[in-house]
């Protein structure tokens, strides 16, 4: 980014006039009636905060950054223009008008959760908020209609274990966000520069290996957050998840801050029992999975500790370049020590820091325990993983699901980053009739291991970022190799339309990123492909095996792949292993052997030798 990006002439135009308004409004007299010059991003930064606004933290991190020379980022500027949560009747008026918004005001609704995507729809996405992603079925029925009344009739699950609905017109904005406070939900922050939806482990509560319940952490940080305007408005978007211990993991280790579960057994300095580890700066797009802080916490310390880090992250965190405005940046620059140092002010009593060999080893994830029919620790009820294709569940689909919920279980609908859905609390006696009514609707509870581990961010049909439409090739994918391939092993695809990696390709044991492709006649989409990433216990970033492959020859190639995996593997070996046991050159000679590349074999060959001369020492892309 520029050093000193200021505004462009639709973002001047834009504040000369908002400016204007607020002088009148205010009664103060401009020369001659004109409006003022548009503001400089400095001076603007330099204007003095007062009373006892929540946001002045804020304004006193941005005066810092520009005392100490920087400029800020004209999403900074926007931010203290105009309060985002301050916008209500401007909304009704271009709500009342048909108007979408423009300029800045793009970025200020996204704290209301309503995101404009155009030019790839003319219209809003609203992203909620959903803490551990769980869902009650009135909430899901109310859900479905209001997708069916201002959206375009469908809801797409996210890898925050959250929803969206798409394809809500320029009129409809105000009608969605008060549904959806009346079902006891909001979006809230869903967006922009926030603490984005909570993740706990997906099966709290009902997990027989867990060590806790995350269920009322999340909550609890949930309404914090709610309830703080100063945690609003950050430098930049932050994730945090709660990992309780179970036998589905959350992903925590790629989470700003991840709170790791861990027992913690009899002759240590500190009492027998179970705490929570807090890892901090996870950002798989950029390469870094979170580091453990050293920070031992008990349960109720966890809320303080996460409002602690946050607050040093608005302190801060970098406003004038949004591409190192993320935490993991800050502790490149700090190193841990000093950030816990800085944090360790908000709290009421000093972190208890102790070594990770304290805590006795994490109990095994089991990739496939979010799909498919499983027993409770409650006696006598079972859970039911359902998978919906390409992540996205009709309203009739939404509404029914909710219905079965509350015929055969307690009503309660749980989300994962997986992006599917689990249904919970089903006795016994009532599962083969909730599976039979689930599969009614379309959708599945029995699928193969390809199929389950598929992820697909939202692709070019709804995002303006993405360079292919990630949803649709997820789908060819899947139908191409359901058919063909057995595999007992677990194998996650994950497609991701740009580098901002929402579908964290660089953790699939199959990643691919989109961009264009030049086949010499014509520029088509395609993806690079990246081999061998996990998170957890097996912590790894993919390396880079090929690029520029036309979306049209994956299938056939993953194919070949997978198959030559199934044969020359290890006994028991799992894809994450075999692929790291081989070379980047042998790999790319696996997919190059596909029949449909046989025609650019040499372009692919190429491509393999050039990425195995960037690659730095581990093994991971920088």
């Known amino acids: 980014m520029p050093e000193n990006p200021g505004f462009t002439e639709d973002q001047k135009q834009y504040l000369e006039g908002f400016i204007a308004g607020l002088a009148k409004k205010r009664g103060i007299a401009l020369p001659n009636g004109a409006a003022p010059p548009a503001p400089d991003p400095a001076a603007t930064a330099s204007e003095p905060a007062s009373g006892n606004d929540p946001t002045l933290i804020h304004r006193l991190a941005q005066d810092r950054a520009v005392a100490a020379g920087g400029a800020l980022v004209p999403e900074e500027v926007a931010k203290r223009v105009k309060n985002p949560f301050d916008m209500w009747d401007e909304m009704a008026a271009n709500a009342a008008a048909g108007r979408f918004p423009k300029a800045t005001d793009i970025f200020l609704h996204k704290f209301h959760g309503l995101f404009y995507v155009a030019p790839n729809q003319e219209a809003f996405m609203l992203r909620l908020r959903l803490p551990s992603g769980i869902l009650f079925a009135h909430q899901a029925k109310g859900l479905a209609d209001i997708a069916e009344r201002f959206g375009g009739g469908s809801v797409d699950i996210t890898t925050r274990a ?8 320029a009129a409809y904005p105000l009608d969605v966000l008060t549904a959806i406070d009346e079902l006891g939900l909001t979006s ?14 997906p099966l709290a ?9 995350t269920r009322p952490l999340t909550r609890a940080l949930y309404h914090h957050i709610l309830n703080h305007r100063e945690l609003f408005g950050l430098p930049r978007k932050f994730n945090i998840a709660f990992d309780g211990g179970g036998c589905t993991g959350v992903l925590e280790d790629t989470n700003d801050i991840g709170f790791a579960a861990v027992r913690v057994g009899p002759g ?16 798989t797009g950029h390469g870094s999975f979170a580091q453990d802080s050293g920070a031992l916490l008990y349960p109720g310390e966890v809320i303080a500790a996460a409002a602690a880090i946050v607050r040093v992250f608005i302190d801060h965190g970098d406003r004038t370049d949004r591409k190192k405005a993320r935490l993991n940046y800050l502790i490149e620059r700090w190193g841990m020590p000093r950030l816990m140092e800085h944090a360790e002010q908000f709290l009421p009593t000093p972190w208890r820091l102790a070594p990770a060999g304290w805590g006795d080893p994490r109990g095994p994830i089991d990739k496939r325990a979010h799909i498919g029919v499983h027993k409770q620790a409650q006696p006598g009820l079972c859970y039911i993983g359902i998978v919906a294709r390409a992540s996205r569940l009709s309203a009739a689909q939404l509404r029914g699901i909710a219905s079965i919920a509350e015929r055969h279980g307690s009503g309660t609908l749980r989300l994962t980053v997986w992006q599917n859905l689990i249904l919970s609390d089903v006795p016994d006696a009532e599962i083969a009739n909730a599976v039979a009514e689930i599969e009614a609707l379309g959708l599945a509870t029995d699928v193969s291991a390809v199929r389950g581990g598929i992820v697909a961010c939202t692709g070019n049909a709804g995002c303006k970022f993405a360079l292919a439409d990630t949803k649709r090739h997820a789908l060819a994918i899947g139908d191409h190799l359901e058919p063909r391939l057995e595999l007992d092993q677990p194998v996650n695809i994950h497609l991701t339309g740009c580098p901002n990696s929402c579908a964290q390709h660089y953790i699939g044991d199959i990643g691919l990123l989109a961009t264009k492709v030049d086949t010499g006649d014509e520029e088509v989409e395609g993806y690079h492909l990246i ?27 993953i194919e070949r792949l997978l198959r030559h995996y199934m044969r020359a593997r290890q006994p028991g070996e799992s894809f994450h292993a075999f692929a790291n046991r081989h070379s980047i050159s042998d790999l790319a000679a696996l997919l190059c052997a596909a029949p449909a590349c046989a025609s650019d074999r040499g372009r692919l060959a190429r491509n393999a030798a050039g990425t195995a001369a960037v690659q730095n020492p581990g093994g991971a892309i920088p």
Not at 205 to 213: A, M, R, T, W
Not at 544 to 550: C, L, M, T, V, Y
Request: proline share 5%.
């Open 205 to 213: 509560g009902i997990d027989p290996q867990e060590l806790v319940d």
């Open 188 to 201: 809230r922050g869903a967006g922009a520069d926030n603490i984005r939806n909570l993740t706990g482990s």
């Open 268 to 283: 240590k300095p500190v009492s027998e029992g179970v705490y929570f580890r807090m890892l901090l700066g996870g950002i």
């Open 531 to 557: 081999l061998g990433g996990a998170a957890g216990a097996e912590a790894t970033l993919g390396r880079e095996i090929a690029r520029d492959i036309p979306a049209e020859e994956l299938p056939f190639r």
């Open 162 to 169: 959250n929803l969206q609905i798409r394809e809500i017109g």
